[in-house]
Structures are given as C-alpha cells and as structure tokens.
C-alpha cells in the first residue's frame, strides 16, 4: 500500500479498507473458489487507489496460483462486477479496476467538491436545493452565506447554525 493518505487507508498501518459485504459474498457463496478470494485480497493490496496496474508474473509469484486458476478467478471478479480488467499494451501488465459491492465506480479524492474553490453563488445553489429553499436567508460580514439549520424544526430560527 502506499504510504500516502488515500481511501484506502484507515491508519498508518498498512492496511486497507473494503466492505465487509464483498468478502462475505467471496466468502460464503459456495460457487465462489477460493482462489478468487485470494486473487480479489492480492489486487487490493497492490491498490492505492480504485485503478491498479499489475504485471500477471509478479501476482502469480505472489498468490501461488497458476496461471489457469489465476485467469479462471479474474473471470469470476469480472463476471461478479467487483472488478473490470484489461490488458494494457505491455504484454502481461494488467490494468484493473476495483468496484463497488454492486458493480459501481468508487469515489476517489478528485471525485469530491472542494467548497473553497467555488463561487458563492455555486454554493447557495448546492445548498438551497438541498435544503428546498430558492437562496440563503441571510449572509455574514464576512460574505459566508448563512442558512436555516436543517436539524432544527423551527420556521423562525435564526440562520445561525
């Protein structure tokens, strides 16, 4: 794992995080070997982020596989939407994809809304539709927008929160 903070990370141990829900359906589903456990816990421990490019002859050196039981597990992860996998134009080096627990894109960092680096009429909109108003009630001296806390019921709370 890397040694930088990603999604992946829970403390400075190397360590890595997926849901429970994925192993437990590795594990308990009868039809699913355990090679394919083994294959699926290898790539994400190669992961720094969802995409990882692995070169087979190291997976294969690392998860004692052979190649047949190797190819037949990848197959199951891919069939299974945990994985999507190709081969890149250098023979042997395969570009993988981790999934969601139901096939879908993972956030990574990028994926995510710096707030700072909006405009403040692109953070009124983000805020008035979520909270099902037309803009902000109210604004600080600071220029920061103020709306109604969402936690509190009352119609004439101040915008303070």
């Known amino acids: 794992m890397s040694k930088i903070t990603n999604i992946f990370r829970a403390s400075e141990v190397d ?13 308990t589903d009868p039809k699913v070997k355990m090679s394919t456990t083994i294959l699926y ?48 134009t250098k023979q042997g080096v395969w570009e993988y994809e981790i999934r969601s627990e139901h096939g879908g894109k993972l956030a990574t960092f990028e994926d995510f809304i710096v707030f700072r680096d909006l405009a403040a009429e692109q953070i009124e909109a983000y805020y008035a539709s979520r909270l099902g108003v037309k803009k902000a009630p109210g604004q600080k001296s600071d220029n920061n927008l103020l709306f109604y806390c969402p936690f509190h019921s009352e119609k004439g709370s101040d915008p303070k929160h």
């Open 15 to 27: 360590t890595f995080t997926v849901p429970a829900a994925v192993f437990n359906r590795l594990l």
């Open 41 to 88: 816990a290898y790539i994400l421990s190669k992961a720094d982020s969802p995409m990882v490019r692995i070169y087979t002859g190291d997976a294969l050196n690392d998860t004692g596989l052979s190649r047949p039981v190797f190819i037949e597990a990848r197959e199951t992860l891919v069939a299974a939407k945990l994985i999507k996998a190709k081969e890149t």
